[in-house]
């Protein structure tokens, strides 16, 4: 168990629809990211938030938005929501989003759009 | 971020040391290497990083060539529940922060 917790475990909805996906990082982790896997795509980094403010953007689309709020949970947001949208959505965290710390991933929610 | 190059899959017998090695030719010098591993769908989990000493923990060693080129994952004693996808990142400050870059890993297979 690596303390970063995400719900839900599982989504199921249908193409333009909007989800909210939520993650608690670790007791301490000021830094949280967030990663997309898919099949043909690997696993992706998509934001970073770093004590309520973004701090790095990967491949995100501007379909999706993050936020982290006061108590440094973070909420991913997909709207308009496509097939290719299905895939397994990390939430990591570490103490300071620096280059030596180790992240902790969190079990992940499956999405899958229809 | 450097590029590594990792073979697609490996196989391990259990109880034998299990060397993974990925290539990571075009390393600068502030950059780290770093290890994860993922078990099925779970979400991936750290095993060890380095800057250019080899480096051991309660998981696994890190042996890192002294041109820091190339390194080497030694899990030494396999068992089944090693049976994983293993990445291998090299980690420096970009546009993306310090996000993982995972790449393509290599599929380790441990069999009875």
């Known amino acids: 168990d690596s303390g970063v917790t995400q719900t839900p475990k599982h989504l199921i909805t249908a193409t333009g629809q909007r989800v909210t996906l939520r993650c608690s990082p670790r007791?301490?982790?000021?830094?949280v990211y967030w990663y997309q896997q898919s099949l043909d795509q690997g696993l992706q980094f998509l934001i970073q938030?770093?004590?309520?403010?973004?701090?790095a953007k990967g491949n995100i689309l501007e379909r999706f938005s993050a936020q982290q709020f006061p108590d440094l949970h973070s909420e991913l947001n997909l709207s308009s929501l496509e097939l290719g949208d299905s895939a397994l959505y990390f939430c990591?965290?570490?103490?300071?989003?620096?280059?030596?710390?180790?992240?902790?991933f969190g079990p992940g929610t499956r999405l899958l759009v229809l | 971020d450097a590029k590594t190059t990792q073979p697609t899959s490996m196989d391990c017998a259990e109880g034998r040391a299990a060397n993974l090695p990925c290539n990571h030719s075009?390393?600068?010098?502030?950059?780290?290497v770093y290890w994860y591993r993922q078990i099925h769908s779970q979400g991936p989990q750290y095993i060890i990083h380095?800057?250019?000493n080899n480096e051991t923990n309660e998981m696994a060693s890190l042996i890192i060539t002294e041109d820091r080129k190339s390194s080497t994952l030694i899990l030494p004693h396999a068992t089944l529940r090693d049976t994983a996808v293993y990445y291998c990142?090299?980690?420096?400050?970009?546009?993306?922060?310090?996000?993982?870059?995972f790449g393509k890993g290599t599929s380790l297979l441990v069999t009875p």
């Open positions: 990591a965290s570490s103490v300071a989003g620096t280059q030596t710390e180790t992240q902790y």
């Open positions: 007791s301490g982790d000021l830094s």
């Open positions: 938030y770093y004590n309520g403010e973004e701090r």
């Open positions: 075009t390393i600068s010098g502030n950059e780290y």
């Open positions: 380095g800057l250019k």
């Open positions: 990142i090299v980690s420096a400050n970009s546009n993306s922060g310090y996000a993982l870059n």
